[in-house]
């Protein structure tokens, strides 16, 4: 199995997004199976709507947070009448504008806000609960309710304290337990004191052998958790823009990205790093023979992927598909089905 590593995706995608969408489609061709695995939070929409948008099938997307429930990735099909029938017998008024529907309950300091996919439908991602004009809960939907988020009044306005996350069952699959920037992962039967813990527990989890691939879209907060869990699983690591400041650069020192500068002092744990031109592949290992003493494998996979090439000679185009599903090839190449 090949797993590809990044942190988020939106509705307008960077060039990260849109080169794993060109690899996943060669890896479709090559019929190599593949997983998307995405590690950041999504309160503002659910996780599918982003990936399907942009062209990723449900069965080829993890996302960290569900990965330890009975959910599968789906789009939201959670309904108005579904969520009403969960009120049991309160009494309440409903008003809907647009995107956003008011249920005003009998006492005037309790209200919901229900937020939908649209303005037309009656597809509910997410509800807001007021208690005494303090928000106090946020529960998020897909074909069911797969998390809640629980507040507190501090300091004047709405503190998140605490995330838990369902099975389809209704059943807790596990919590998060947030503390300013830092968060620990309660499970039945161990607790996780970081996030980072917690990405190296999903990769444990996986049970990487040497018939797998890593493929690490952005290693800002998870490289470190993913390089020690990996087993024998061949990790790659793919530079997506400069890899190096040219201004703090000289003949003794280099400003590497700060993006790149951890895999490529972790160089050594590295199978390979997957550059996008040939002449960034030739700098870069120019550079490190020049600073490091070394060259580490380098891949040349360009950041795209077309059917055809309009305007090309039949030689043109042979040569293209040639150079870019052979690096395909090579970066698949010992992986066990």
Known sequence: MIYNFNLGIGWASSGVEYAQLYRARMFRVLKEPAKFVFTDMFPQENLEHFTKHIGFADEEVIW?????????????????????ASLADQKYSFQRT????????????????????????????RAEYVSRGALIRKDYFTYGRIYSEYYAPLNGS????????????????YEELI????????????????????????????????????????????????FENAGDARVCVVVHADHYSLSGTDQEHILWNNYYEYPFDLWRHISFFIASTQAQKQK???????????????EVIPVGSLDRLRGAGKAEKAVFDRDCFAACQRETSGLGH
């Open 64 to 84: 960290l947070y569900t990965y330890f429930t009975d959910f599968r990735i789906s789009p939201v099909t959670y309904t108005l009448s579904q969520f009403e």
């Open 98 to 125: 647009g995107k956003t529907g008011r249920l005003k309950f009998q006492d005037p300091g309790h209200w919901c806000t229900v937020y939908f996919t649209d303005e037309k439908q009656d597809l509910v991602h």
């Open 179 to 226: 503390g300013g920037k830092n968060s620990m992962y309660r499970f039945a039967d161990h607790i996780f004191d970081s996030k980072e813990d917690f990405v190296g527990y999903f990769v444990k989890c996986l049970h990487l052998s040497r018939h797998d691939l890593v493929i690490v879209d952005r290693t800002t907060g998870i490289g470190q958790a993913i």
């Open 284 to 298: 870069m290992a120019e550079q490190f023979e020049h600073y490091i003493g070394t060259i580490p494998e380098i």
């Open 158 to 173: 709405a503190h998140l304290y605490l995330r838990r996350f369902f099975n389809e069952d209704g059943s807790i699959a």
